[in-house]
């Protein structure tokens, strides 16, 4: 089948498989709180001593709404929400340090938004120092955080390097002036410049670039001058996401309607050229929607096998325990999930009240883990293997996944699967071919972004 048809028939709503299962299906008549808090210390007293812990922290404050975005933000241009809100995830540390018998040990940070740069180098500085107040870092840890161009200092560079921040992710999308101003997302070239290169004289070993391919009046031209301005600029790592069009779950005022989106065809064309030029200034490909330098440690990873997928994205070392932190953050215990409350003043509320702030949860079954097993391996090796005789709903997963084999986007034999070459680039429709829950329960409406 030519590209294009692939592309036509394949460009269906499906999850991004950060984790499985995947939040509209989890369980949540059968999670609760005391559950969750068994988990947790389950998994930190089996675990931390030997790989430590990661944490993720939301924060959730911008100052403009760009109208791509679908993460959970609050729209604001009031700098006092910032120490309350700090505050509140110390404190919310503190409650999960007291499931701890033992000093946790910190493998991984990220702070992630929202803008994290929203906050002033101060009370960034007050909140990190806060988190390792009573813990250990280990050896190997690596800290990153999430920043806008356009409010990042050079003091929210030396501060967070100075506390042990060594990886830098600037959210670029598209250099063309149209496309930042239907998006609201304005930062110059030039900014950039400045920022990436203070940042490697400061001493990040590590720089990424978002961008996002799909975007509102992107065209061919538009987005290969970008590229060639990100390749000047060569930071190690580049995540050439699609735009995820959710106006069900994001109905903030917009500057563009549907009419201006690239359809199907020609957004699966975007990719491809941003594809092939990336390749060209020397990136690899890592996993779904990432690319690196040779030399990276992500890439190095996909080659040696231990390449891992979480909430936070791709990374090249994998902890058990993830504890989220903030507004709306996600959770990883390895045997469930959970997520916190999505309004601010909710979760400032609850931990007012000395509880955890969880919304939700998961508790995983023993065919959930094996899944997500399958789906992990997918995701981040392109290859799996499976015991039919064990793993029985396999069988069925096998019927769905044989019109993708005889389309070639899998090799597909009795005891697994391998991902072509071809496939790389639907690699969310291979893991919808195992996902038991999605199957058993059809949403009534679109839960998800499209595919391509």
């Known amino acids: 089948m030519n590209p294009a048809n692939l592309t036509e028939k394949y460009n269906v709503a499906a999850p991004r498989y950060t984790s499985y299962p995947t939040m509209p299906y989890w369980d949540t008549a059968n999670f609760n709180i005391f559950d969750w808090e068994q988990a947790v210390t389950q998994t930190f007293e089996l675990t931390n001593r030997a790989g430590g812990i990661s944490l993720y922290i939301h924060l959730p ?13 609050r729209i604001t241009k009031n700098h006092r929400v910032e120490v309350p809100y700090i505050n509140a995830i110390l404190k919310e540390w503190k409650m999960y340090k007291e499931l701890m018998d033992e000093t946790p040990v910190i493998r991984e940070m990220h702070l992630g938004g929202g803008t994290p740069t929203f906050f002033s180098a101060d009370n960034l500085q007050l909140l990190i120092q806060g988190i390792l107040n009573g813990a250990a870092i280990h050896p190997q840890a690596e800290f990153s955080f999430e920043a806008h161009p356009d409010n990042t200092t ?16 600037l959210g670029i999308q598209d250099f063309d002036p149209k496309v930042q101003f239907i998006i609201n997302r304005q930062q110059s070239f030039e900014k950039v410049q400045v920022i990436t290169q203070q940042a490697r004289r400061i001493g990040y070993t590590s720089i990424n670039y978002d961008l996002i391919y799909g975007l509102p009046l992107q065209t061919f031209a538009g987005l290969t001058q970008t590229l060639k301005l990100v390749a000047e600029l060569k930071p190690e790592r580049i995540a050439f996401y699609s735009y995820a069009h959710v106006p069900w779950l994001k109905p903030g005022k917009r500057r563009f309607t549907e009419h201006d989106l690239p359809d199907a065809a020609a957004k699966s064309l975007l990719y491809e050229t941003g594809r092939e030029l990336l390749k060209n200034h020397g990136y690899l490909e890592v996993g779904m929607d990432h690319f690196a330098l040779p030399d990276d440690t992500l890439f190095n990873a996909e080659r040696s096998g231990k390449l891992h997928r979480n909430f936070m994205g791709y990374t090249h070392h994998h902890t058990q325990l993830l504890i989220g932190l903030g507004v709306s953050s996600i959770s ?10 999505k309004v601010v003043d909710d979760y400032l509320r609850l931990i007012d009240e000395n509880k955890l702030p969880i919304l939700k949860g998961h508790l995983l079954t023993g065919e959930d883990m094996i899944i997500r097993r399958h789906i992990l391996n997918i995701m981040c090796r392109g290859i799996t293997t ?8 396999i069988l069925t997963a096998i019927e769905r996944l044989e ?30 071919a195992l996902d038991e829950r999605l199957w058993k329960a059809q949403p009534e409406s679109q839960q998800f972004s499209m595919s391509l």
């Open 61 to 73: 404050f911008c100052e403009n709404l760009c109208t791509y975005c679908g993460c959970n933000t």
């Open 386 to 393: 499976w015991d039919t005789t064990v793993e029985t709903f």
């Open 403 to 432: 019109p993708l084999a005889a389309d070639g986007l899998i090799k597909l034999h009795v005891s697994g699967l391998e991902v072509t070459k071809q496939g790389r680039n639907f690699l969310r429709n291979i893991c919808m």
């Open 154 to 169: 050079i003091d929210h560079l030396e501060t967070l390097y100075d506390l042990g921040f060594k990886r830098l992710s």
């Open 332 to 341: 990883d215990a390895g045997t469930a999930f959970s997520q916190n409350v």
